[in-house]
């Protein structure tokens, strides 16, 4: 099962561009890597999904090294509604795992 | 569109009793997943049910139990509750179109918080 590794918290100030970035040794091959948002008391949202290379969305983008054993969550030009707790997600066939989460404070 | 449900979203129960959970997913959503969430973590991954069946289990004592429903709705179950069972329980749904795969993307309902005394 792939166990995932992220940064425990950052802080960052409104309108900088946030990377969290997230270590997955034992991706498995089919697995895919999801980033997730929580704020407190409410259940999480998904953010972006990638497999490999980098994905980009609305919101965020996602850049996945070749050996697939880590990945990197860029939020651009944060604000102050960005601060909650990020998890890495990646998948397993039947145990899908969330990590302790990133816990990022935007700061005016 | 409404999102997943879950109810109640507030319980307080004593040791050893037992408890029900509810979830609605999302209109045509055919998996659902339970998560546990502890304060200060992340959710644990209690059970996936796909089509009406476990697809997928997590570390999780036989006190913990589910089912998914013909609408595709799901219950879990908790019996003899222990002080550490209290969390915030989150139900996820996604679509199946990959067969309730880890890639789908989930949605999460608010959650319903246990509390046992």
């Known amino acids: 099962l792939a166990k995932t590794t992220q940064p425990i918290s950052m802080d960052s100030y409104e309108g900088q561009e946030v990377n969290i970035t997230c270590s997955h040794n034992?991706?498995?091959?089919?697995?895919?890597i999801t980033w997730y948002q929580q704020f407190p008391s409410q259940g999480p949202r998904f953010i972006i999904q990638?497999?490999?290379t980098k994905v980009t969305n609305e919101v965020a983008s996602l850049f996945i090294p070749a050996d697939r054993k880590s990945s990197t969550l860029s939020l651009p030009r944060v604000s102050l509604s960005d601060t909650a707790v990020y998890y890495c997600?990646?998948?397993?066939?039947?145990?899908?795992?969330f990590g302790a989460g990133t816990r990022l404070t935007v700061k005016p | 569109d409404a999102g997943v449900t879950q109810s109640p979203t507030h319980l307080i129960k004593t040791r050893g009793q037992h408890v029900t959970l509810r979830c609605s997913p999302i209109?045509?959503?055919?998996?659902v997943s339970w998560y546990q969430q502890v304060l200060g973590q992340g959710p644990q991954f209690i059970f996936q049910?796909?089509?009406?069946?476990?697809?997928g289990r997590g570390n999780f004592p036989d006190r913990f139990s589910a089912r998914q429903f013909p609408n595709y709705s799901s219950e879990l179950n908790v019996n003899a509750l222990l002080l550490g069972d209290s969390a915030l329980y989150l139900c996820?749904?996604?679509?199946?179109?990959?067969?309730?795969?880890?890639?789908?993307?989930?949605?999460f309902g608010p959650g319903t918080r246990l509390l046992v005394l």
């Open positions: 049910y796909y089509e009406k069946e476990e697809r």
């Open positions: 990638g497999y490999k």
């Open positions: 034992n991706i498995a091959t089919n697995d895919y």
């Open positions: 997600l990646v998948g397993d066939d039947n145990d899908m795992r």
């Open positions: 209109s045509g959503h055919k998996s």
């Open positions: 996820a749904s996604s679509s199946g179109l990959a067969g309730g795969a880890p890639q789908e993307t989930q949605y």
